[in-house]
């Protein structure tokens, strides 16, 4: 298993730029990817963008393609989400996942982090 924490939210206007981080533990060495995704008060968790932790291959939903990147340092075991241009539409908690191999589904979670966008 591996265990998650996020850090870097908070409240920023509309057109700022926040960056989030995430700290895996634990049995790193078996994730294969890791993913960013967030959950609006009353809405179903989303999926924002992922990277393959070994390739460095990223993909990005639609929604925050242009204004996310997604990356990951190797040497720190850390990924970070890099969020420009944000909208009050982004507000949100967010959480990392990984998972463990290319057909497995994120069972790793983080408990999440806020991010409020003000208009």
């Known amino acids: 298993q591996v265990q998650l924490a996020e850090s870097g939210g908070g409240l920023v206007q509309a057109g700022g730029s926040l960056r989030l981080s995430c700290a895996p533990s634990?049995?790193?060495?078996?994730?294969?990817?890791m993913a960013w995704f967030r959950q609006a008060p009353g809405e179903a968790r989303e999926f924002i963008c992922a990277?393959?932790?070994?390739?460095?291959?990223?993909n990005y939903a639609d929604s925050v393609k242009g204004r996310f990147t997604i990356s990951r340092d190797s040497a720190k075991k850390m990924l970070y989400l890099q969020m420009n241009s944000l909208k009050p539409e982004d507000t949100a908690v967010y959480y990392c996942?990984?998972?463990?191999?290319?057909?497995?589904?994120?069972?790793?979670w983080g408990q999440g982090t806020q991010v409020t966008v003000s208009s």
């Open positions: 990277i393959t932790w070994s390739s460095g291959n990223t």
């Open positions: 634990g049995r790193t060495f078996s994730v294969y990817a």
């Open positions: 996942a990984a998972r463990g191999g290319y057909l497995k589904g994120y069972d790793d």
